[in-house]
């Protein structure tokens, strides 16, 4: 989101350079075109499928597909599948960034996974409905619960369905961690589709997050009401197909204004972190804000705001009529019973490790719990960190291969 309050400064940075122009005026910007998650799977010389999974209320969802490692020549073999689902503002980009030695995706497939990437509803793969337009006033009219719900489930089955298989490994980031919360106490069906679930910085609970714009739009978007009902059920930040091209040429690959542009990213990431591999941000402008409905931040907000983990509240009118009561209900964490694994961060904002602590009481299946040793580890150290492949990535696929050696015994 934040990369959208960039755009004024690279115009001011722009402006400097002006003189350029002046004595140039006709000088040629061509803008670089979108890069997907499979240009750059190939890139790397790793195989890549594009599929496409419509939900039961239209949604078309683009998930990507890392059917096999050329490290490995394993093609052809029998391979356990697992699923990697992105966090809030992001898209399946996120687990490639970091490239063939370092990204999750590819530790996945050169351990012998059968990898799969998902996208939520509303971000650059997911902006298409089989029933309304883009432009229809309901097509933004989710949370991250109808993501959890719907979304989820529906693109388990159909990795299911392609693969042959009947379980498979899941692994989520922040919001990725939500909508299986969601998934697996809504529908506790689909714990028994799941081998292992690694949850990395699960906002569950969040009566203690200090992030910035959860606390900061609380007092106004928090609590049913008018301003929340003008904020819902819209594009948060639109996403502006030449603007995002601009940022991406500006500052993307080989930046356009290296200067401005370390100078953007740092802002946006934030210079107090001395985990973040801030080489990969400007890639991360590529594709990032990937979108998000106002609703997923508003359902978020609303979280952090009553400290309890539960559905979208309405108001006690709506309330009454969706659920049947004055009061969102909670989500029955007691439901599930997946086998659970997850990571957390000292300096973690978002997920913080007070409310993370939370959450073992309520699952009859966690497996592991673990708080990185460093005292440093924020939030999108999970995903960009410059050691996140021995932190993270490798305890991860270790756990995961762990499970298939002892599971092929039996």
Not at 71 to 80: F, Q, S, W
């Amino acid at each position: 989101m934040k990369l959208y309050w960039f755009l004024a400064l690279l115009v001011a940075a722009s402006a400097v350079e002006g003189y350029k122009l002046e004595q140039e005026p006709y000088v040629n910007l061509p803008l670089k075109e979108m890069k997907t998650s499979a240009d750059r799977i190939r890139e790397h010389g790793y195989p890549a499928e594009s599929h496409y999974v419509e939900t039961s209320d239209g949604y078309v969802l683009n998930v990507f597909r890392i059917p096999f490692s050329p490290k490995l020549n394993n093609a052809g073999d029998k391979k356990p599948v697992v699923f990697i689902q992105h966090g809030l503002f992001s898209c399946s980009d996120c687990y490639l960034l970091n490239g063939p030695d370092d990204a999750l995706a590819y530790n996945f497939a050169d351990n012998g996974f059968d990898v799969w990437l998902g996208n939520a509803r509303g971000n650059i793969y997911s902006r298409n409905n089989s029933k309304i337009s883009l432009n229809h006033p309901k097509f933004w009219d989710f949370s991250w619960h109808e993501i959890g719900n719907i979304d989820m489930p529906q693109t388990i089955d159909y990795i299911l369905e392609t693969t042959g298989e009947s379980k498979l490994h899941y692994v989520g980031h922040s919001q990725g961690t939500t909508v299986f919360f969601v998934m697996t106490s809504t529908m506790p069906e689909y714990n028994d589709k799941i081998k292992t679930a690694h949850m990395l910085a699960p906002p569950i609970f969040m009566g203690n997050v200090t992030d910035g714009l959860v606390v900061g739009l609380a007092p106004y978007i928090g609590y049913p009401g008018k301003p929340a009902d003008i904020f819902q059920s819209q594009e948060f930040t639109p996403h502006n197909v030449l603007v995002q091209r601009i940022l991406d040429t500006a500052c993307g690959g080989k930046p356009t204004f290296p200067k401005y542009c370390q100078t953007l990213f740092l802002l946006w990431a934030g210079t107090e972190n001395p985990n973040l591999n801030y080489t990969l941000l400007p890639q991360l402008a590529e594709t990032h804000p990937a979108g998000i409905s106002t609703s997923q931040a508003i359902h978020f907000i609303q979280e952090y705001v009553s400290n309890e983990f539960r559905q979208y509240d309405h108001g006690p009118k709506k309330n009454m009529k969706f659920y049947g009561q004055e009061e969102p209900p909670n989500y029955p964490l007691d439901k599930i019973t997946a086998e659970m694994y997850i990571y957390y961060g000292m300096a973690d904002g978002s997920a913080t490790y007070k409310d993370v602590q939370r959450l073992p009481e309520h699952l009859s299946n966690l497996k592991h719990f673990e708080l990185i040793e460093d005292v440093n580890w924020g939030h999108l150290d999970f995903i960009f960190a410059m050691k996140v492949k021995e932190t993270i990535n490798d305890p991860v696929i270790d756990f995961c291969l762990k499970y298939e050696t002892d599971h092929s015994k039996k």
